[in-house]
């Protein structure tokens, strides 16, 4: 048997590029098609996220002309024994796996069948949701997260940059310290969760999993979204059991608060925020507000200060120190906290405003007054 001249590697770090005659045990964790550039109906290669029995991930790819009937192996959750890859080098800015090398394959390559698997089935990496809210998460490589969906946007269609009809859905996703994030999926992500979500109209709130995932940090906002073809979504389903000890974990804490603080998430989906706004919401006045609660305020601003922003610490969110030595910027963070960890930070536009709030009838006071905070990170819009 060829096998007993190839050196097996169990861990995808022990890869090397100049010793092709080893093989491979893993875990088919996702499988796409790459279509051809210029001819969109043929297939230019099948791409892949594998798993070692350590945990490790490495992406695949296998080009149409070497398919034949490897095709049959690639399967989602498929344990594969790999005989003689190709390594190639995993480039670009960007990388569902931040691995130097990718596993490829060619006319030598052998697939079959492997029944001894001693790792996990998912692999998952999860991400909090404090680092993605304080942008400290890798922006080179996919990230997995995983939270309770408690609000839907409506679905919106659009056009992409090249014309292409495109549709997505936001999702706000709280996690068990009761951070939320939101996390937008488009186009078959899209239609899993909006499928999902009416057929389950009673549900107020239900675990989710995005598995290789994009982060992504656009003027101080930051974004979670499905990486292309590349990521997985796992819904409320208890055949992966990270989802079913977080629905346990979340109930839990939360338990109490949960139909009092949820609202439909089939209802949100189904009306948008300015309809919700203009046409379901009961209009009230402030001097009818005596509990703490959700309001959407609509105003006029009459005045905004024109010191009205400022460059915040990423990590603490404090305002920074600008010092200019004549060639470049420098902000420096000089909260207690960052200053301990002696952090490298990053500084973005933040706000604090304060909001005076009348309406049509006079308080006895006068005026309501309320401050918040806002702007930089969508991590503010809370
Ligand atoms: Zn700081």
């Known amino acids: 048997m060829a096998q007993l001249q190839l050196q ?64 049959n192996f690639f399967v989602e959750q498929n344990v594969l024994c790999i005989q003689k890859p190709i390594l190639g080098e995993n480039t670009g800015n960007w990388r569902y796996i931040d691995h130097p090398l990718k ?18 089935e998912h692999g998952f990496s999860f991400v909090d949701f404090e680092r993605i809210i304080k942008h400290k998460v890798s922006k080179v490589e ?6 309770e969906v408690v609000w839907s946007s409506a679905k919106s269609h659009f056009k992409t940059t090249t014309n292409q009809d495109s549709k997505k859905i936001t999702v706000k996703l709280q996690d068990l310290s009761g951070m939320k994030i939101f996390v937008t999926l488009f186009d078959q992500y899209c239609d899993e969760m909006c499928q999902y979500i009416t057929e389950h109209v009673e549900l107020t709130h239900f675990p989710v999993i995005l598995q290789f995932g994009k982060f992504s940090v656009y003027k101080g906002r930051y974004s979670v979204s499905n990486a292309y073809d590349g990521s997985l979504l796992f819904i409320n ?56 609660k959700d309001l959407i305020v609509m105003g006029t601003i009459k005045f905004i200060d024109p010191k009205w922003f400022y460059m915040a610490c990423n990590w603490c969110m404090m305002k920074v120190e600008k010092s200019d030595n004549g060639a470049e910027v420098i902000y420096s963070c000089t909260s207690e906290e960052c200053i301990k960890e002696k952090r490298v930070i990053d500084a973005f536009p933040s706000c604090y405003a304060t909001v005076v709030i009348t309406d049509c009838r006079k308080l006895e006071n006068g005026r309501g007054n309320h401050r918040c905070r806002g702007g930089g990170g969508e991590d503010d819009r809370w």
């Open 103 to 120: 596993v490829c394959f060619n006319s030598d390559s052998v697939v079959s069948i492997a029944d001894n698997w001693s790792g996990t």
């Open 142 to 147: 996919s990230i997995d997260i995983i939270g």
């Open 237 to 292: 389903t208890d055949d992966v059991k990270e989802i079913a000890a977080f629905r346990d974990s979340f109930t839990a804490i939360f338990e109490g608060q949960t139909s009092a603080s949820f609202s439909s998430i089939s209802k949100s989906m189904h009306y948008s925020l300015e309809s919700d706004f203009l046409t379901i919401t009961d209009f009230c006045n402030t001097a009818e507000v005596d509990s703490p």
């Open 8 to 71: 097996k590697v169990d861990n995808f770090s022990e890869l090397d590029i100049k010793n092709p005659d080893h093989f491979l045990i893993v875990r088919v964790l996702k499988t796409w098609r790459r279509a051809q550039f210029n001819n969109p109906s043929r297939t230019y290669s099948i791409e892949m996220i594998l798993l070692d029995q350590e945990d490790n991930r490495i992406t695949a790819s296998c080009l149409s002309r070497f398919l034949g009937l490897l095709q």
